[in-house]
Nanobody
Framework: QVQLVESGGGLVRPGGSLRLSCATS????????MAWYRQAQGKQRELVAQ???????NYADSVKGRFTISRDNAKNTVYLQMNSLKLEDTAVYYC??????????WGQGTQVTVSS
């Protein structure tokens, strides 16, 4: 069974930074899309950022210029560097990976809380 293991969430003050990590037991060469989603309390899950196997990326407008997604194929890991965090970034963050064969894996979620 494929597992995605997330880490890096926590409590941070506004303006602070966190880096989320998500490691997969698959080879990243089998994965065409790695993404981070988030779900704030009482809201729908939304796409935050994604990175394709080509290396191309895209971001939600609300995080452009503040968040950076990257992947390390040697470590089978995707990262989300979050800078200049705002109160409204508070949410549970989930990684998702989609393979070339159509499988979709989700992480268990990690809480990010931005609070003064």
């Amino acid at each position: 069974q494929v597992q995605l293991v997330e880490s890096g969430g926590g409590l941070v003050r506004p303006g602070g930074s966190l880096r989320l990590s998500c490691a997969t037991s698959r080879s990243t060469f089998d994965i065409w899309n790695m993404a981070w989603y988030r779900q704030a309390q009482g809201k729908q899950r939304e796409l935050v950022a994604q990175i394709m196997s080509s290396g191309s990326t895209n971001y939600a407008d609300s995080v452009k210029g503040r968040f950076t997604i990257s992947r390390d194929n040697a470590k089978n890991t995707v990262y989300l560097q979050m800078n200049s965090l705002k109160l409204e970034d508070t949410a549970v963050y989930y990684c998702r990976m989609s393979t070339f064969e159509g499988a979709v894996d989700w992480g268990q979620g990690t809480q990010v809380t931005v609070s003064s």
